[in-house]
């Protein structure tokens, strides 16, 4: 994603925006946060980006723990990683998806 400004020009990489969505995730409570040597990908929050003329749209893979309330943990998470998004960057997020792939008991 590329933006113009007076003084020149900022490029920002997609991955840097799926780091920002999944790091966003993971401070919510519920969401099960991957260790950072984690080789284990099924546990591991994901991002995927989709864009459009009017903004970008984020697919979030999540696992959550088994005692949370699966749809107010949903919409914290999709209120947390739009915020966040669009602090950081000033790129409009249209819509924020999130798909819950597993419930694990730790």
Do not use: C, D, W
């Amino acid at each position: 994603m590329s933006n113009s400004f007076k003084n020149g020009s900022v490029k920002i990489a997609n991955e840097t925006i799926e780091f920002i969505a999944k790091e966003a995730a993971e401070e919510i409570n519920g969401v099960y946060a991957s260790e950072g040597g984690s080789l284990n990908k099924e546990k591991q929050t994901q991002a995927k980006l989709v864009f459009t003329e009017k903004g970008i749209e984020v697919n979030l893979f999540v696992v959550l723990f088994k005692n949370v309330e699966v749809r107010k943990t949903v919409k914290k998470i999709q209120e947390r990683v739009k915020k966040q998004i669009e602090v950081m960057t000033g790129i409009t997020v249209k819509r924020v998806n999130v798909s819950v792939e597993k419930l694990i008991i730790l």
